[in-house]
């Protein structure tokens, strides 16, 4: 049988979280995750989990015409900051006003250290917890977003010398 019971799972989650969508999108020739989730607003974490039965590790496979899910109902962040060179997790959130456990709640593909994010990366900066979450059922196969992502090859965009906040001296 070409189909395994597993395969069949995969496909009803893929196929119910499809029809959950509050918003998709087709891919074009030639594109990549970050390209897409910053011209449709969504974090780059937000459009791997939200499509983990599509996306393989390196968004490698997008095909013209594929059509993905952007977010689902309750979890479909909008507000987002691609990162640039010289960005830590620190002026992410003082420029976005955005709490950084918020940060990293809503980006949770993000390590303590804040070494692996990227230049070029979407992060959501909703003042709110926006993450993605499943309902897939109880017989579906197991999966995580670590299975579909190796986050330790991404390009750490704050490979320079960190910089730390002016504080205030107070005199006694």
């Known amino acids: 049988m070409i189909f395994s019971i597993k395969s069949l799972a995969l496909a009803s989650v893929a196929a119910s979280a499809a029809a959950h969508c509050t918003r998709t999108y087709k891919v074009q020739g030639g594109e990549y995750c970050d390209e897409i989730s910053a011209s449709q607003g969504l974090s780059t974490y937000q459009l791997a989990a939200s499509n983990f039965d599509k996306i393989n590790a390196d968004c490698t496979n997008l095909e013209e015409g594929e059509e993905l899910c952007l977010g689902w109902p309750g979890s479909d962040c909008t507000e987002t900051y691609v990162v640039k060179e010289h960005d830590t997790c620190d002026s992410i959130a003082y420029n976005n006003q955005v709490n950084t456990t918020v940060l990293w709640l809503n980006n949770p593909q993000i390590d303590n ?22 309902n ?9 977003i670590n299975d579909v992502v190796d986050w ?10 960190v910089e730390q906040p002016e504080t205030d001296q107070c005199d006694a």
């Open 152 to 161: 330790s090859n991404s390009p750490v965009a704050n490979a320079m010398p």
């Open 136 to 144: 897939i059922p109880e017989d579906a196969p197991v999966h995580s």
């Open 113 to 134: 250290a804040c070494g692996n994010v990227y230049i070029g990366e979407v992060l959501c900066v909703h003042n709110g917890v926006k993450v993605p979450e499943y």
